[in-house]
Every structure is written in C-alpha cells, then in structure tokens.
C-alpha cells in the first residue's frame, strides 16, 4: 500500500509547467470574452448542477452502498491528503470517468471502468481523476469534454456563443491535453506505482480491446520514441517539410481535438518517476520544491514555451492561425517574411 503524503500537497508541487502555461491562457482568454465575474459564477453554478445531476441520475456511493469502492476512493484521497469526493457510479458502457472540484466535489466512475479495471490500475485512475480536482481544472475539462454539446446551446444561451470561439477552442484543447500530464503525476503520487500508471495509459491507447493482452508498455514507449524522432526530423527540415508538419497538426491531430496523447503522457510520466522532484514530493519537501519550481520559472521567463515533446507538437497548433493568415493578409507595402535558413 503507498505511504500517505505529508498534508499540505498543491496543485503548484504537481503541475506539469506546459499545464500552468496553457491553464493561464485559458483563464485569461475566458475572463476576457465574458469578463471574470460571468465566468466566477459559471463555475460555481456548473458545480452544484453536476452535483444535482448526479444525485438525480446515478447512485451514490458511501460506506454501507458501494462500499469497496468508495473505499478504494477514501483511500487515494487519503492518501494525497485531500477531502474524499462525492463518489457517483454511472451505469453506463463508456470508460470515461468524470470530476468536478469545488464546494460540491464529485467523482463519477462508469461501472465498464469499473468492471474492466482491477484495483491498481484503478486506484491510478481515481488518482488522476482527483488530480484534476487538486489542480483546479474540472470546470474548464468539463468545458472541452462538451464543447461541441454547447454548439448546441448557442443561440440559447447569451454566454455560450463567446466560449465557443474558434480562438477559445484552440486554447482550451491545447490546455486539455497538458492538464493530463499534472492528473498522471496525482495519479503516481497516489499509487506511488508507476506500473499501474503505465497500464492506465496503454489501456487508455487501445489496451481496452480485444487485443489488449498483446499490446505492452515497452512497444507503447517506442511509439513515444519514434513520435519524436519523427516531428525533430521534420522541424530539421526545409520549408515543405515544416508546412506540411503543420498542417498534418491540423488536420491530423489535435488543433480541433480534445484527446490527450497517450504515448507522450507515457514518456512524460516515466520520466517524472525517476525525478528528484518526484522523490522530494514522497519524502515531503515540497518547500524545496516549490524554490526549484520558482527559480526555473524565473530562469524562463521570456524564452520559448516547453521544449519537450507535447510542448513542441502543441507549439504547432499555435502557429498555425498566424502562418496561415499570413499569406491572405498580407499587407502589400511590407516585403514577404523571409523563410529562416537552417544554418
């Protein structure tokens, strides 16, 4: 069983730095499409309403009702230190569990996911989940997993149509995809097992299937390897090769996608296991962590957005609306930009 944390844990010790990065942008850009306080009492209301939906709609765990799993919950709660959620079982076919922070905090488990899970890999799942609690993500994941739901509601309802902006959108996803990297490493400080965490993130890349018991880790972290031989090959490369990168980011990927990358997060995660960070979280040092995290945000203050894997494939998205508007909007006074040479 993995040893309870020293109480005090924050979203500031677990966040990945591409996660702070993007969450800013998305708060920022919210609070100023709608201004903060719309955007204050937004949250507010969709966390009660989650919680009222849940309790019309689905049952409720608690000790006496559930209560192996509930358990199981309380345990990865107390563990991380923090106050065990609302626990809600879904009867439903999806794996996709579900969370929302806040007064009425709320955990809701697909019964597939928990049928389909024995208890490690579950655990991993529940502490990933409450990640997004800690880190004070779930109503801005709660935004991307519905957007196109509100498409819907557009017309209905005065606030919706500024959310859903092609430039809101943008932002949103590409944080989406860096707030998974913050809940893993919840997930790992929960379980203090990297290889429930592992097996979270191959189930979650096509280990669910029919061919999950021939599918492994290893193969899934070469994937990752070959992922990022590929896109350094094409940054390396001249013009056509840099456009099509891009646009494959577009049209392939993720520009218009909310599916976080598992083969990235699996690589991420492993390497985070072998951190001295990640070891000064369990022994609890977290003020030392909070001055190593402080001094490298002053040290990068100024430079280019994370240089990592996910960090550079998402850079490409951002991209792409000012490459491309470029060549339509080109003011004809001003000489074309000159392409930089590879030198």
Known sequence: ???????????????????????QAVVDKAAGLMGRSVFDRLMREADEDFFLLNLADNTKLGPTQGGSIYRLVEDVAGTLGIPTPHVFLDTSPDFKARTMGGTHASLVLPSALVDALQDGPLRAVVGHELGY????????????????????????????????SAGFQLVLFDWYRKAALSADRVALLAT???DAVQQCLLWAAGGASRVGPELSVEGLASQAI???????????????????????????????????????????IT???????YRRLLAGEYDTVLNEKRRARAAEAGGPPGDGL???????????????GSLFHRDPGRPPPVEPTDA
């Open 133 to 164: 609690i800690l880190c004070g993500h779930s109503f801005y994941k709660l935004l991307a997993e519905n957007f196109n739901r509100l498409t819907q509601l557009a017309g209905m309802i005065p606030w919706v149509g500024p959310v859903l």
């Open 271 to 277: 390497e985070w296991a072998a951190s001295d960070e």
């Open 1 to 23: 069983m993995p040893e309870k944390l020293k109480p005090g844990l924050t979203a500031e010790h677990v966040m990945h730095p591409l996660d702070r990065q993007g969450l």
């Open 192 to 194: 203090q097992d990297l």
């Open 226 to 268: 070959e992922l990022r031989q590929t896109t350094d090959k094409k940054k390396a490369g001249g013009i056509v090769d840099r456009v099509g990168n891009i646009l494959s980011e577009v049209v392939l990927q993720q520009a218009w996608s909310a599916h976080p990358w598992p083969a990235v997060r699996l690589q991420e």
């Open 310 to 324: 996910i960090g550079r494939a998402s850079s490409l998205a951002r991209g792409v609306g000012e490459r491309i």
